[in-house]
C-alpha cells in the first residue's frame, strides 16, 4: 500500500484515547529547533493534539531534528519554531506540513519558507503570536514504527518527519492549486520546461503531465496528470531518483532516512551549505592532503565548526601530514602576502570550504 504525504491538507477535529502511561506535551530543544509535541487535548483548536506522544516517538524525532542539523553548516538566526502533533488527516494521508511562507527577495523568487529564511539566509523572521515557523501532523489512523528496522505492515515515523521538514527547507512549490499565482519558491524557479523557462518566466505555461526538470542534477519534479494539491510540483519524481526522501508516497517497510545525494545537490543549488559536499569541502580526516593548498580555489578556510579564517587573496595554507595519529593537528596559516601566521590547535579534522562552484 502506498500512502501519501501531503504538504497541504484540510483538518477536522478528531479524538481517540490516548494508551495509558503516555506523555502530554514535550518540548525538544536541538542545535536549529525548538519543537512542541503536542500532546492529547494540547494547542490551540486548530491544532489540537489527539494523541500524546511514546518516550520512543519523542527520541525518534530528537533523532529526526539531528539528521537534519546535520546535513547543513548554516547558522540560523535563531531557533525554528514548529508544533508536531497528532491529528484528523485526509484519508490516505500520513502526514502533513504546513509551513509559514514569508515574501523574500530573492533572484529568481519572491517568497520562501521562514525556515529558509532564518536558518538558510541566517535572517530573522519575526512571529506573530500564536504563530509558527511550520507545523507537522502525523494521522493517527496509519502504524507508524520507530524501530532500527521498520516492519512490512507499518511506516517508518523517521523517514516521514524528515520528509516533512523536508518541505520546509526548501522542497515547496507555491503551485498548490493547478497554477501559480504571484509568489515562487526558489524551488519553483529552479524548475524547467523543455523551453528552458521557469515558472514567473512569460514563456512558462504550467500544465499537469508535463515533466518538468529541477535543478542541473537530473531531477524531475513530481506532476501527475490529475492535480493532487499537496503533492503535485512539491516532490522529486521517483523515476529521477529512486532514493528520493522527498518522494510523493512511502511504502509500508521502507525508510529513507536521509536526503539522497541529488537531493542534496539540489538544495546546494537553493543555496544550502552542505557539511558533507565533497563539492565543498576537502577533508583532510581522511588524510589525503597533506602539502600545501592553492587557497585561491577557497575563499575561505573552515577551522573546525566555530572558527573560519578568511586567509585573503593567493594565500596557503600548511598542513602537517596528518597520517598516523589524527587526534590533535597543529595547523599554520600564512595569510596573504604578509608574515601574519596563526597556531590553531584541534582535535576532529579540518575541512576547506569554499563559496559557491567554481565550474
Ligand atoms: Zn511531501
Same mark, same amino acid.
Given at each position: 500500500?502506498?500512502?501519501?504525504?501531503?504538504?497541504?491538507?484540510?483538518?477536522?477535529?478528531?479524538?481517540? /484515547?490516548?494508551?495509558?502511561?503516555?506523555?502530554?506535551?514535550?518540548?525538544?530543544?536541538?542545535?536549529?529547533?525548538?519543537?512542541?509535541?503536542?500532546?492529547?487535548? !494540547?494547542?490551540?483548536?486548530?491544532?489540537?493534539?489527539? +494523541?500524546?506522544?511514546?518516550?520512543?516517538? =519523542?527520541?525518534?524525532?530528537?533523532?529526526?531534528?539531528?539528521?537534519?542539523? %546535520?546535513?547543513?553548516?548554516?547558522?540560523?538566526? +535563531?531557533?525554528?519554531?514548529?508544533?508536531?502533533?497528532?491529528?484528523? /488527516?485526509?484519508?490516505?494521508?500520513?502526514?502533513?506540513?504546513?509551513?509559514?511562507?514569508?515574501?523574500?527577495?530573492? #533572484?529568481?523568487?519572491?517568497?520562501?519558507?521562514?525556515?529558509?529564511?532564518?536558518?538558510?539566509?541566517?535572517?530573522?523572521?519575526?512571529?506573530?503570536?500564536?504563530? *509558527?515557523?511550520? @507545523?507537522?501532523?502525523?494521522?493517527?489512523?496509519?502504524?507508524?514504527?520507530?524501530?532500527?528496522?521498520?516492519?512490512?505492515?507499518?511506516?517508518?515515523?523517521?523517514?516521514?518527519? /524528515?520528509?516533512? =521538514?523536508?518541505?520546509?527547507?526548501?522542497?515547496?512549490?507555491?503551485?498548490?492549486?493547478?497554477?501559480?499565482?504571484?509568489?515562487?519558491? $526558489?524551488?519553483?524557479?529552479? $524548475?524547467?520546461?523543455?523551453?528552458?523557462?521557469?515558472?514567473?518566466?512569460?514563456?512558462?505555461?504550467?500544465?499537469?503531465?508535463?515533466?518538468?526538470? =529541477?535543478?542541473?542534477?537530473?531531477?524531475?519534479?513530481?506532476?501527475?496528470?490529475?492535480?493532487?494539491?499537496?503533492?503535485? *510540483?512539491?516532490?522529486?519524481?521517483?523515476?529521477?531518483?529512486?532514493?528520493?526522501? *522527498?518522494?510523493?508516497? $512511502?511504502?509500508?517497510?521502507?525508510?529513507? +532516512?536521509?536526503?539522497?545525494?541529488?537531493?542534496?545537490?539540489?538544495?546546494?543549488? *537553493?543555496?544550502?551549505?552542505?557539511?558533507?559536499?565533497?563539492?565543498?569541502?576537502?577533508?583532510?580526516?581522511?588524510?589525503?592532503?597533506?602539502?600545501? $593548498?592553492?587557497?585561491?580555489?577557497?575563499?575561505?578556510?573552515?577551522?573546525? +565548526?566555530?572558527?573560519?579564517? %578568511?586567509?585573503?587573496?593567493?594565500?596557503?595554507?600548511?598542513?602537517?601530514?596528518?597520517?598516523? !595519529?589524527?587526534? #590533535?593537528?597543529?595547523?599554520? =596559516?600564512?595569510?596573504?602576502?604578509?608574515?601574519?601566521?596563526?597556531?590553531?590547535?584541534? @582535535?576532529?579534522?579540518?575541512?576547506? @570550504?569554499?563559496?559557491?562552484? @567554481?565550474?
Amino acid at each position: 500500500m502506498k500512502l501519501t504525504l501531503s504538504i497541504l491538507s484540510c483538518l477536522t477535529g478528531l479524538s481517540t /484515547l490516548a494508551p495509558m502511561g503516555w506523555a502530554a506535551t514535550h518540548e525538544i530543544t536541538t542545535k536549529n529547533f525548538h519543537i512542541t509535541l503536542l500532546g492529547n487535548g !494540547d494547542g490551540p483548536a486548530d491544532w489540537m493534539g489527539t +494523541r500524546d506522544w511514546s518516550d520512543d516517538q =519523542i527520541a525518534a524525532v530528537t533523532t529526526t531534528l539531528n539528521i537534519w542539523d %546535520d546535513t547543513f553548516r548554516n547558522t540560523a538566526s +535563531r531557533k525554528i519554531e514548529a508544533t508536531i502533533s497528532w491529528g484528523a /488527516l485526509e484519508e490516505g494521508v500520513l502526514a502533513g506540513s504546513f509551513s509559514n511562507y514569508v515574501e523574500y527577495d530573492g #533572484e529568481n523568487y519572491n517568497a520562501a519558507t521562514s525556515t529558509e529564511v532564518i536558518w538558510k539566509e541566517g535572517e530573522d523572521v519575526v512571529l506573530e503570536e500564536g504563530e *509558527m515557523d511550520f @507545523r507537522l501532523q502525523f494521522n493517527p489512523v496509519y502504524g507508524f514504527s520507530t524501530g532500527n528496522t521498520t516492519p512490512q505492515n507499518a511506516t517508518d515515523f523517521i523517514s516521514v518527519l /524528515l520528509h516533512e =521538514i523536508g518541505h520546509n527547507v526548501g522542497f515547496n512549490s507555491l503551485n498548490d492549486t493547478g497554477t501559480y499565482g504571484e509568489y515562487y519558491t $526558489i524551488w519553483d524557479s529552479l $524548475i524547467t520546461d523543455a523551453q528552458g523557462n521557469h515558472p514567473g518566466d512569460a514563456g512558462f505555461n504550467y500544465q499537469t503531465g508535463v515533466s518538468y526538470t =529541477i535543478g542541473s542534477g537530473g531531477l524531475t519534479v513530481y506532476n501527475p496528470f490529475v492535480f493532487a494539491p499537496g503533492s503535485s *510540483m512539491s516532490h522529486v519524481d521517483a523515476a529521477s531518483d529512486p532514493n528520493a526522501l *522527498m518522494q510523493y508516497s $512511502i511504502g509500508e517497510g521502507i525508510q529513507r +532516512r536521509n536526503p539522497s545525494d541529488q537531493e542534496k545537490a539540489l538544495l546546494a543549488e *537553493m543555496g544550502w551549505v552542505l557539511k558533507d559536499d565533497p563539492t565543498y569541502y576537502a577533508s583532510v580526516d581522511g588524510a589525503s592532503i597533506t602539502d600545501q $593548498i592553492d587557497l585561491n580555489f577557497f575563499t575561505s578556510v573552515l577551522v573546525n +565548526r566555530n572558527m573560519t579564517i %578568511d586567509p585573503g587573496e593567493g594565500a596557503t595554507i600548511v598542513l602537517p601530514s596528518l597520517r598516523g !595519529d589524527k587526534a #590533535e593537528y597543529n595547523v599554520t =596559516i600564512h595569510c596573504g602576502e604578509s608574515a601574519d601566521r596563526q597556531s590553531l590547535q584541534h @582535535r576532529h579534522g579540518l575541512h576547506l @570550504r569554499r563559496r559557491g562552484h @567554481r565550474q
